[in-house]
């Protein structure tokens, strides 16, 4: 038998890769289940996406390979999108690269900063991937936690008080995700003041800016930011097209340089309509984002009723696509929670443990469900 590469032994396959496949297999088996355990938007792109994807497919050059780079229009709407929302500006030229999908330039910036050995800042909760990608190329994770007591922010004395001789990068993700968690101007500013004390590169990963969130900040927008901080951003959740696989990483020209030359050997560039596509979501007025924020209002309100149902207690404040509760103290274990919702109830919501020591005791709802199903769920109690 051919074994795989020692690397997999580091990693185990993704919670919603195995996960799913059940709950798959129980709606096979005729069982109502009720996913609010993945934030898959269920809505639709602004309309004007459908119709430049599909005139962009009569495009000449349509089916070739394209930049990669992305084309220059897509790298100008990016760096628009930038100054109009964040008042950060970047040069379309060097200082902005599209990625399909944010989840890759995890892997692409990994490859491009990390050495065998190098330290990772990781937060706990925080999404799984930041440690996979950590361990698959050799770094060394480190967990910092947030907790309730912090407002999910970092503990800097605490993060003070670590070896950080080896530490070359932090992972920071606000609107965060799974606890909703904000941030504010001072908060990044105590970031890149970190990171320039010690000499690490801040990443914020910034999908969730647009999503019940009434302020979109930026640390790019941050003095002294530049050569410090790289921010990624996605049309995955903002856009509801999340299988378009369109993102990107912004920031010093030098630093976006060195991720180039990893995606540069990794794929040929993202298809031409698609590109598109994007450009014509990041083009959306705000009018839209009001009308799918006002959605995503009626929602998380039925969520509220159903986390009291249950008995959760939780921040009606939060950002993004997702309510964070805290289960009561009378239930020891999140995941043996969750499975009995799933097999009593045949409601799926995700456990709070997937996404570190720290969500023991909290579990995660999504708000991509219609809000008959949410009214469903409430029933089933």
């Not at 378009?244 to 920031?251: E, H, K, L, S, T």
């Not at 799918?292 to 929602?299: D, F, S, T």
């Amino acid at each position: 038998m051919i074994q795989p590469a020692h690397r997999l032994n580091v990693v185990e396959e993704y919670y919603f890769s195995a996960k799913l496949r059940k709950v798959r297999q129980l709606i096979a088996d005729g069982k109502p289940i009720i996913n609010m355990g993945i934030g898959s938007p269920d809505l639709p792109p602004p309309p004007t996406v459908s119709v430049a994807l599909h005139e962009a497919l009569q495009h000449p050059n349509a089916h070739q390979y394209q930049s990669y780079q992305g084309i220059p229009e897509l790298r100008n709407a990016m760096a628009a999108f930038y100054k109009k929302h964040f008042n950060v500006r970047l040069n379309p030229a060097n200082e902005v690269l599209p990625l399909m999908g944010s989840k890759e330039g995890i892997m692409h910036l990994s490859m491009a900063f990390l050495n065998e050995g190098d330290g990772v800042l990781i937060p706990d909760p925080g999404y799984p991937t930041y440690g996979s990608v950590a361990n698959l190329v050799g770094a060394k994770p480190i967990f910092y936690n947030l907790t309730a007591d912090y407002h999910w922010q970092p503990d800097f004395e605490a993060l003070e008080r670590l070896d950080l001789s080896r530490v070359k990068l932090m992972w920071v993700n606000y609107p965060n995700m799974p606890t909703g968690a904000s941030a504010d101007n001072r908060l990044f500013e105590r970031l890149i003041a970190f990171a320039r004390k010690h000499h690490i590169l801040i990443i914020n990963d910034n999908p969730y800016s647009f999503i019940l969130n009434n302020t979109q900040r930026s640390l790019l927008s941050v003095e002294g930011a530049d050569g410090m901080a790289l921010e990624m951003n996605s049309i995955s959740k903002t856009f509801n097209m999340a299988g378009w696989r369109v993102g990107m990483v912004a920031g010093n020209a030098r630093l976006i340089d060195s991720v180039l030359k990893v995606k540069s050997n990794m794929d040929s560039g993202m298809f031409y309509p698609i590109q598109q596509g994007a450009i014509a979501a990041l083009e959306t007025d705000n009018q839209w984002l009001s009308e799918l924020n006002g959605i995503y209002e009626k929602r998380r309100a039925l969520t509220f009723k159903l986390a009291n149902t249950i008995g959760c207690t939780f921040n009606r404040d939060s950002a993004g696509l997702f309510v964070w509760g805290k289960l009561p103290e009378w239930i020891s274990s999140a995941e043996r929670f969750v499975d009995a919702l799933l097999h009593e109830k045949h409601l799926f919501i995700a456990p709070g443990t997937i996404f570190g020591k720290n969500g023991e005791g909290y579990i995660r709802f999504s708000l991509c469900v219609p809000e008959n199903e949410i009214q469903k769920a409430i029933e089933r109690f």
